[in-house]
């Protein structure tokens, strides 16, 4: 696999579930991002991680819940989601956050329904 | 508060032809922009980057330009394809943070 990768692709979910997305990237970068698109929005931040470490978290919801245990791999748990969650879900990777460094790299996202 | 605009929302061209996307930002205090375009229920794919000391950066039928004293970026998309058509998306990096903003992308479609 190469790039940035994110598994499901496609996740339907009642709003009393539990459930986690996956991204896996295997460019060798230190910094991670969750980013969340709707539908007639431009993209949101959501978390940033940078060598492991949360730096960002842009005033979301305690209802998601990033990990990142290292730094090729970023989860974002659901619970408890609500109908307006659903959107398309974006991971996005940098080698670091300085310079051309900063170029990011994104995966194809995963499409959330709540039912 | 950055914010970043794009003008047309929607662009519809015959193929062939040299089109121009414009990308505007409130605050001139960037620090990179980059070009991205997106294919319906896809991910983002990396066109260019342009660090703030950079005036351009070509790739291809892609140049992008940035006068950050205007807070303006443009994207030239030279002799059009069908295989362009996509949403082009503009993004700055602020300073406070050092975190991208977005804007809201011009989508493209090139007719055969």
């Known amino acids: 696999e190469t790039g940035v990768t994110q598994t499901p692709r496609h996740l339907v979910m009642g709003m009393t579930n539990k459930k986690s997305l996956k991204c896996e990237q295997h460019?060798?970068?230190?910094?991670m991002y969750w980013y969340k698109q709707s539908a007639k929005k431009p993209l949101e931040l959501m978390f940033v991680?940078?060598?492991?470490?949360?730096?960002e978290n842009n005033s979301v919801p305690s209802r998601f819940s990033p990990e990142c245990p290292n730094s090729s791999h970023l989860f974002l748990h659901l619970h408890t989601l609500q109908p307006e969650d659903s959107a398309l879900y974006l991971c996005?990777?940098?080698?670091?956050?300085?310079?051309?460094?900063?170029?990011?790299?994104f995966g194809p996202g995963t499409r959330l329904t709540v039912t | 508060k950055q914010e970043v605009t794009q003008i047309p929302a929607a662009l519809s061209v015959p193929e062939g032809e040299n089109l121009v996307l414009n990308c505007s930002f409130t605050?001139?205090?960037?620090?990179?922009l980059q070009w991205f375009r997106q294919d319906p229920g896809k991910g983002l794919t990396s066109l260019l980057l342009?660090?703030?000391?950079?005036r351009e950066q070509t790739s291809g039928r892609l140049n992008a330009s940035l006068d950050k004293s205007s807070g303006r970026s443009t994207l030239y998309i030279a002799a059009s394809q069908p295989g362009d058509s996509a949403t082009y998306l503009c993004?700055?990096?602020?300073?406070?943070?050092?975190?991208?903003?977005f804007g809201p992308g011009t989508r493209l479609s090139v007719l055969p």
């Open positions: 996005a990777s940098s080698q670091d956050r300085t310079g051309t460094l900063y170029e990011q790299y």
């Open positions: 460019l060798g970068h230190n910094a």
């Open positions: 991680y940078n060598f492991k470490e949360q730096t």
């Open positions: 605050d001139s205090a960037i620090y990179n």
């Open positions: 342009i660090q703030s000391s950079q």
């Open positions: 993004a700055v990096i602020v300073p406070n943070g050092q975190n991208f903003v």
